[in-house]
């Protein structure tokens, strides 16, 4: 099946400062990427949805200028989480669609673990 | 907008078989998915229902009744491995550019195998 990796695991940082997550598709072209935060016990919540090329697409409630989104090639999208602050803290998971794929089903990363100290 | 309800928790017995249910409630309907996802990783796919009926994919089985709004997964003769939590999905219709759309996850069932 097709992989997705995400980059860093996990990573702890002081608050204020920035964070670059980085999501590859690793043996397929993703026209699309998302991004997802996780906290603890609770579902999936969509952030982002990120197009190659174009500007991503945030959902209701999400700062776009928090969370900078660059979706640069059809194999790399990465999340910028600015000014880090501890409520930021959480599970980021990012998955991304197979180009051509009939079913548009999703291939999830790792995930990526933020502690903001 | 999306409302999808299941189960907070389930627990079974190594060897038995369990359903676990999932209605949703969507603006617009583009496919219903299953994930399995253990503690502290990614969710894996599980399943796809975009038309009524059942799916069956070795000892997991997924089926989808559209005009309920209804899904659910059966899991055959379960093993440890198997306690995990388990997402339903909703793929919404709504055409998000370049061939995409959306899921919108419920918020999962932690199920517990137990000896």
């Known amino acids: 099946g097709a992989v997705v990796s995400q980059h860093p695991s996990w990573v702890i940082c002081k608050s204020g400062t920035s964070v670059k997550i980085e999501c590859r598709s690793l043996d397929f072209q993703a026209t699309t990427m998302f991004w997802y935060r996780q906290f603890p016990k609770q579902s999936l919540m969509l952030m982002a949805t990120?197009?190659?090329?174009?500007?991503?697409?945030?959902e209701q409630g999400v700062e776009k200028d928090k969370f900078l989104i660059n979706h640069a090639s059809l194999t790399l999208s990465t999340l910028t989480v600015t000014s880090a602050h501890p409520e930021d803290s959480s599970f980021y998971i990012c998955?991304?669609?197979?180009?051509?794929?009939?079913?548009?089903?999703?291939?999830f990363g790792p995930g990526t673990r933020l502690t903001v100290l | 907008g999306q409302n999808i309800d299941q189960p907070t928790e389930m627990t079974a017995t190594e060897g038995a078989i369990v359903q676990i249910n999932c209605t949703y409630q969507t603006s617009g309907f583009n496919g219903l998915f299953w994930y399995q996802q253990h503690a502290g990783e990614a969710p894996t796919f599980l399943s796809y229902n975009v038309l009524d009926g059942l799916e069956e994919k070795g000892r997991f089985s997924s089926f989808l009744s559209r005009s309920k709004g209804y899904s659910y997964l059966l899991l055959k003769e379960l093993q440890m491995k198997d306690s995990a939590s388990y997402l339903c999905a909703v793929r919404d219709d709504a055409y998000s550019g370049a061939g995409s759309y959306q899921l919108t996850f419920g918020k999962g069932t932690k199920l517990s195998v137990i000896p």
């Open positions: 998955s991304a669609r197979v180009l051509g794929e009939l079913n548009n089903e999703q291939f």
């Open positions: 990120s197009n190659e090329g174009s500007k991503a697409t945030y």
